[in-house]
């Protein structure tokens, strides 16, 4: 919500502290079919839109309305494999 018109003070005020509140602020994810995975806080990266740019989505074959549900299998998530970060447990197996 844009600063216009005749606001009160306080409101003001309010909507000057969205961006502190915002990283308290949590999806309830539920199975995932609402939560919009680029663009929704559902998880400590979110929203992934912060760290992945809308073109490495596209060309991963996901679009900007791709939800939780739809980055989840049965074997796990559906990231494209440049995406997913080796960790130390992983390079020494």
Wanted: charge should be positive; aromatic fraction near 14%; include cysteine.
């Amino acid at each position: 919500m844009p600063f216009r018109g005749n606001m009160s003070w306080s409101w003001r005020k309010i909507l000057q502290l969205r961006p502190l509140v915002r990283n308290f602020i949590w999806y309830k994810l539920g199975d995932g079919s609402k939560a919009l995975a680029w663009f929704d806080s559902w998880c400590s990266l979110s929203p992934l839109a912060n760290i992945v740019s809308s073109r490495d989505v596209h060309r991963a074959g996901f679009c900007p309305t791709t939800t939780v549900r739809d980055i989840i299998t049965p074997n796990g998530w559906a990231w494209p494999s440049d995406w997913v970060i080796a960790t130390d447990n992983d390079s020494e197996e």
